[in-house]
């Protein structure tokens, strides 16, 4: 069965970096694109960037764009986002998703708390 | 600001129908399909509908949906205690290059 594992979240001071994981499993996962989509403690989700499924070509919402780096190592069926400069308001769970014509399995989110 | 616009709650009793919109515009209702999700507290979102009208199995169907023109619908049934849950909608927007979502719709059954 699919499964999507994210890891590496955390506390972190503004303007810190965090770098985060998603395991996935149970698919072929070089043959699917990929997404980050992120929910604000009691906000609704917010798409934050996708990468094609050979890892060519990414985008991103534009509050995050030049600050986060998705990537993702096919070898080891894991996905990737690098945080830089973060800022309170980028206190979420990020959730990675596979996308199959649309986001369809989701992993179990990991927190990122931007706080000093 | 969410870029698609559903109403913030609904509500029904046990065994009635309730229906929540969607409302965005052409470049992404208007150019693409939809796709409905539920949320529980503390999970994951967990896909519903797709290409505006599919459920996907296991989904009841209870569970129905339709797009026209540039808004969408979701619908649900038979209301029962256990759908109490929050529900996005979602596609995918040409101009932002990404996928947008509603501000969500918080269902209550009463």
């Known amino acids: 069965q699919v499964q999507l594992v994210e890891s590496g979240g955390g506390l972190v001071e503004p303007g810190g970096s965090l770098r985060l994981s998603c395991a996935a499993s149970?698919?072929?996962?070089?043959?699917?694109?990929m997404s980050w989509i992120r929910q604000a403690p009691g906000k609704g989700l917010e798409w934050v960037s996708y990468?094609?499924?050979?890892?060519?070509?990414?985008s991103y919402t534009d509050s995050v764009r030049g600050r986060f780096t998705i990537s993702r190592d096919n070898a080891k069926s894991t996905l990737y986002l690098q945080l830089n400069s973060l800022r309170a308001e980028d206190t979420a769970v990020y959730y990675c998703?596979?996308?199959?014509?649309?986001?369809?399995?989701w992993g179990q989110g990991t927190m990122v708390t931007v706080s000093s | 600001q969410s870029v698609l616009t559903q109403p913030p709650s609904a509500s029904g009793t046990p065994g009635q129908r309730v229906t929540i919109s969607c409302s965005g515009s052409?470049?992404?209702?208007?150019?693409?399909?939809v796709n409905w999700y539920q949320q529980f507290p503390g999970t994951a979102p967990k896909l519903l509908v797709y290409?505006?009208?599919q459920r996907p199995s296991g989904v009841p169907d209870r569970f129905s949906a339709s797009k026209s023109g540039t808004s969408a619908s979701l619908a649900i049934s038979g209301l029962q205690s256990e759908d109490e849950a929050d529900y996005y909608c979602?596609?995918?927007?040409?101009?932002?290059?990404?996928?947008?979502f509603g501000g969500g719709t918080k269902l209550t059954v009463l």
């Open positions: 998703a596979r996308e199959a014509a649309r986001p369809d399995y």
């Open positions: 149970g698919f072929t996962f070089s043959d699917y694109y």
């Open positions: 990468i094609t499924s050979s890892g060519t070509y990414t």
């Open positions: 052409n470049s992404n209702i208007g150019s693409n399909t």
């Open positions: 290409s505006n009208d």
């Open positions: 979602a596609t995918w927007d040409d101009s932002l290059d990404g996928w947008v």
